[in-house]
């Protein structure tokens, strides 16, 4: 098992909304703070949004401000994306990563699970 497992991606239609779910171990939960990141074909990680270890502060990309929710479940030690509104240009993989710096950029986590793909259909 790895640190974190996203799922809840898949194809969704334009104007739809969808809740990607990061499963974190205890540890990785608890004492990290966890940000989602997605990766466009041909393009580097973007940042999407980020949520403290103790679950009162979340920053977002200003891509996705507004129709975005990023919450943490302490009972599920589970970390939720959800998006509304979505446009094609959110399709990516999305991964979520950990680390001991709430950051936008990426190489500040050294924690990152397999990703979840997300495609948005006009």
């Known amino acids: 098992q790895g640190h974190l497992v996203e799922s809840g991606g898949g194809l969704v239609q334009a104007g739809g909304s969808l809740r990607l779910s990061c499963a974190a171990s205890?540890?990785?939960?608890?004492?990290?703070?966890i940000a989602w990141f997605r990766q466009a074909p041909g393009k580097g990680r973007e940042f999407v949004a980020v949520?403290?270890?103790?679950?009162?502060?979340?920053s977002y990309a200003d891509s996705v401000k507004g129709r975005s929710t990023i919450s943490r479940d302490s009972a599920k030690n589970t970390v939720y994306l959800q998006m509304t509104s979505l446009v094609p240009e959110d399709t990516a993989v999305y991964y979520c990563?950990?680390?001991?710096?709430?950051?936008?950029?990426?190489?500040?986590?050294?924690?990152w699970g397999q990703g979840t793909r997300v495609t948005v259909s006009s």
């Open positions: 949520i403290s270890w103790t679950g009162d502060s979340t």
């Open positions: 990563a950990a680390s001991t710096v709430r950051s936008d950029s990426s190489i500040q986590y050294n924690y």
């Open positions: 205890q540890r990785m939960f608890s004492r990290y703070n």
